[in-house]
């Protein structure tokens, strides 16, 4: 038997058959202080579109897309309602740590685009072997990293 790697699920089942099953990322999550200031930055500044919208007491499920991956991996805006998650979400961005990474084509292009829009950046474009990245404050307590591969 091939020896499975670390994204196969084994599922022994009756008879010693053994099914492999492949773990796949459906929905990654940022905490945000403000579900709708999130959604219009993710959206209008940042570009992602709206996915899924369901109302849950006071806050909502609410996640977004990529334009060019709309049936991908979605980013819930997660509302911050959970005290020891304020706290780690505040050392993160005083240590300077992005909570996210997002992939771009063209890092200087996009840098000089969301520079346009009033993006405030904590990294410009830096160059660190054979990628580039920059980080961004993402209005609602997290710095984002962009990257280019």
């Known amino acids: 038997m091939k020896r499975p790697d670390c994204r196969t699920i084994l599922i022994f089942a009756p008879g010693n058959h053994i099914k492999q ?4 990322i459906k929905v990654t999550s940022v905490m945000v ?5 999130a959604l219009a930055f993710y959206t ?6 709206k996915k899924t919208e369901i109302p849950m007491g006071e806050h909502r499920w609410l996640t977004v897309v990529s334009k060019e991956e709309q049936d991908g991996v979605e980013l819930l805006l997660e509302p911050m309602g ?6 780690y979400q505040q050392a993160l961005y005083e240590a ?3 909570l996210a990474m997002f992939n771009v084509k063209d890092i200087r292009q996009e840098y000089d685009r969301l ?3 009033g993006v405030q950046f904590s990294i410009e ?3 660190m072997g054979p990628v580039t ?3 961004l404050d993402d209005t609602c307590g997290n710095r984002i990293q962009l990257v280019q591969v």
């Open 133 to 135: 990245l920059a980080v």
């Open 125 to 127: 474009p830096t160059k």
């Open 82 to 87: 959970f005290a020891p998650a304020k706290v």
């Open 33 to 37: 202080s403000d579900q709708d200031k």
């Open 115 to 117: 520079l346009g829009l």
């Open 44 to 49: 209008n500044i940042l570009g992602f579109v």
């Open 96 to 98: 300077g740590i992005p």
């Open 21 to 24: 099953l492949r773990m796949t």
